[in-house]
């Protein structure tokens, strides 16, 4: 017998998996150029130079056996050592290297993270749109999720709607800020109603609701946009950070979770994170990867590229009539679908070539999400069909 949960959720592959496969198998018939693939949120801009530089200096100057070997299950002291330092001097916060543990990226800070802290029946909160993975995450977890859905034009949180959510059986909920899909950035006042929101609840229910900050599009924001450290805010934060998107290396698999040493009970709560990661097998996250984040952590990547693109698409589909959230972070754009079944119209999109990924598996409909982190020429080359579209839709 097999977990029926589990081959129920292999054979099921996700949207945005789903249109990438259909991509290749396009692009091998009509020609790589004559299709416009906007499904995945891969780094299109090269690593920054530090990541070279720190991986030849590791080859060539450390002993290979030490660099290849296993470092502790939560990872090397010095690395620990320096993101702690970093936070402290870009966020003005005392994190504590002795609450950071080393991870294979987001996915496995979040789902350690979420082992960690859940109980059977607890109830996690998603804010929705939100990265589809959360609710496989969650509900691995053993938790029942509940979405509350944003709101308004640039997607703010629903402090209301929260309220009304929140209740005894509440353990957490996912902030991601930058966000995938919309590429919005939660305000300092949307964090700070949300720190006093959560505060009053728990003093009303005596239990501790976390917020893990999910972290991966920090670095990116646009026009020196602020982003909010939330454990700044909020004491029982665990941020779930990885250096996927801000080093362009996701397919390297590193990243960290960082409990807050003022959250109740940091130094049990960051014991089960070690607990989690050691029943899941996510220990000793990869040895040289750990390295580079060491010289690497806090490296500002150069949005140039990302930003080109943004404005390109973002001016261009607005003149031609589409209505999109404007982005000041991350590299989406989350576009009104131009027909209330996102899903349908992702079909029409495709006899244009262009690969879009209907906002339903965010938990909302009638949007889609262009992921651009693509090339600038592919977006020159889609304007036509983005324009032959809207012209389709307008003429019916
Ligand atoms: N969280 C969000 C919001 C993401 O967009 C992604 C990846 O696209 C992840 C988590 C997973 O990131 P990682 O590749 O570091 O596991």
Do not use: W
């Not at 990885?242 to 959250?263: D, T």
């Not at 000041?328 to 006899?351: H, I, M, Q, S, T």
């Amino acid at each position: 017998m097999l977990s029926q949960k589990m081959l129920a959720l292999g054979k099921k592959s996700s949207a945005i998996r789903e249109i990438f496969e259909y991509s290749k198998k396009r692009k091998a018939e009509i020609g790589e150029d004559k299709v416009f693939d906007f499904s995945l949120g891969n780094p299109s801009i090269p690593a920054p130079k530090c990541v070279e530089d720190a991986i030849k200096d590791l080859l060539t100057t450390c002993d290979s056996i030490d660099l290849h070997g296993y470092t502790s299950a939560q990872g090397d002291m010095e690395t620990r050592r320096t993101i702690a330092n970093n936070i402290g001097e870009r966020f003005g916060f005392a994190a504590d290297a002795n609450l950071i543990y080393m991870t294979c990226g987001a996915a496995a800070s979040l789902t350690i993270t979420l082992k960690a802290i859940i109980e059977e029946g607890d109830e996690v909160i998603l804010l929705a749109p939100y990265f589809p993975e959360y609710k496989v995450f969650a509900e691995n977890a053993g938790a029942k999720v509940k979405v509350v859905a944003c709101t308004g034009e640039q997607f703010s949180l629903d402090l209301e709607a929260l309220g009304k959510a929140v209740n005894k059986n509440t353990r957490a909920i996912i902030v991601n800020s930058p966000n995938n899909p919309t590429g919005a950035v939660l305000s300092e006042d949307d964090i700070k109603g949300l720190a006093e929101l959560l505060n009053k609840k728990q003093a009303e229910t005596g239990r501790a609701v976390t917020i893990l900050a999910d972290e991966p599009y920090r670095e990116l924001a646009y026009d020196g946009v602020f982003v909010p450290y939330i454990p700044n805010y909020y004491d029982n934060t665990i941020v779930c950070y990885s250096y996927s998107k801000s080093l362009s290396i996701p397919g390297e698999r590193i990243g960290y979770i960082s409990v807050s040493p003022r959250a109740e009970n940091a130094a049990d709560t960051f014991a089960a994170v070690c607990g989690a990661g050691r029943s899941m097998g996510y220990v000793c996250a990869p040895r040289l990867l750990q390295r580079v984040a060491k010289e690497c952590d806090g490296a500002a990547p150069d949005l140039t590229a990302y930003d080109k693109n943004r404005k390109l698409l973002y001016n261009s589909l607005t003149e031609m009539g589409y209505s999109a959230v404007y982005p000041d972070g991350a590299f989406y754009l989350f576009v009104k679908a131009l027909e209330p079944n996102a899903a349908e119209f992702c079909e029409r999109a495709k006899k244009y070539e262009l690969l879009l990924v209907p906002s339903d598996s965010f938990g909302v409909e009638g949007y889609v999400r262009i992921a651009y982190c693509v090339s600038y020429e592919q977006i020159e080359r889609s304007l036509p069909a983005f324009k032959k579209l809207i012209d389709e839709y307008k003429e019916n």
